[in-house]
């Protein structure tokens, strides 16, 4: 299932709402017949969340490909790259949500708690740590909610997004091993923050001690106890994840790539990508096919 494009198109809520509150509940089959767009590669600035009660669909998630079943949930992380396949006759739930609804009611730490929430994961036995009927009961109260919107709707929903949530961390085999809540975490977070917005530019950690206030050397130290990491494996996992996004979702050259990812020639890419992964960008296209 591997669909190549010119440019990933970004999108964000308001390509599926208007207004936009910045949370959204459909029905699968109705979120499948209004984003027919969905079929070629795009990046989305959001959470998603996907159950399939009733037959199943393909994704290409980033670099993984996808096969969720009924009885299924399916969550992407936002900037994620995907392309769908969504069975006509599937039946089930779509929820797409940002940070800032959550947080509304919730501080950032306690949505950043559902570790789950991290990567893109699918959960393949909902039934044997949820209750079903009671999970789908939730879902059409989530609708009915959303279909209404009166003045207190978006503190009901927050509330009932907030109990999903917490299910489907029940699911997940993703856990966390330091408590996030503390100053620590906090700092990696907006680290990882800034990170996605200057990658293509900023590889030193320097600049992104000095952004936080902070040594390059605690920032170092914080990031291999909070990610078991260095800062600047982090910094070239982020760049190498884009990388791959792009070889593998578009038809750019690795020219083109190398340009887009802020280098300062194709070779030096080149480089940069074998000695990483031990084969070249176009010899990881290739094994893509």
Same mark, same amino acid.
């Given at each position: ?40 590669? =795009? ?38 790259? !995907? ?52 999970? !789908? ?33 029940? !699911? ?48 170092? +130290?914080? !990031? ?13 996992? +982020? ?9 593998? =979702? ?34 990881? +296209?290739?094994?893509?096919?």
């Amino acid at each position: 299932m591997v669909v190549r494009t010119e440019n990933i198109k970004v999108l964000t809520l308001e390509d599926f709402a208007n207004p936009n509150i910045g949370f959204i509940i459909l029905p699968l089959h109705t979120f499948h017949q209004q984003g027919n767009f969905l079929s070629v590669p =795009h990046q989305r600035m959001f959470y998603t969340i996907i159950y399939f009660e009733e037959d199943c669909g393909r994704f290409a998630i980033d670099q993984r490909i996808i096969q969720a079943k009924s009885g299924e949930a399916i969550s992407i992380a936002p900037s994620s790259v !995907c392309t769908y396949e969504i069975n006509d006759k599937a039946k089930g739930w779509v929820m797409l949500f940002l940070d800032a609804f959550f947080t509304k009611r919730y501080n950032d730490n306690v949505l950043h708690d559902f570790s789950f929430l991290k990567v893109s994961s699918i959960y393949n036995h909902l039934e044997d740590t949820i209750d079903i009927p009671r999970w !789908c009961l939730m879902m059409d109260a989530m609708y009915d909610e959303f279909k209404r919107l009166n003045a207190d709707s978006k503190s009901i929903l927050r509330s009932y997004l907030n109990i999903v949530l917490g299910m489907l961390d029940r !699911c997940s085999d993703i856990t966390v091993g330091i408590p996030n809540n503390n100053e620590k975490e906090g700092k990696i977070r907006t680290f990882e923050q800034l990170l996605e917005k200057y990658y293509r530019k900023e590889r030193f950690p320097s600049f992104y001690a000095e952004k936080l206030n902070i040594s390059t050397n605690y920032l170092n +130290r914080i !990031c291999r106890e909070r990610r078991n990491k260095k800062v600047g494996d982090l910094i070239r996992g +982020r760049v190498l994840l884009e990388a791959e996004r792009l070889l593998f =979702h578009t038809f750019k050259t690795v020219s083109e790539i190398s340009f887009e990812l802020g280098f300062d020639s194709s070779s030096y890419f080149i480089t940069f990508f074998k000695k990483n992964y031990g084969i070249s960008p176009e010899e990881f +296209r290739k094994q893509q096919k």
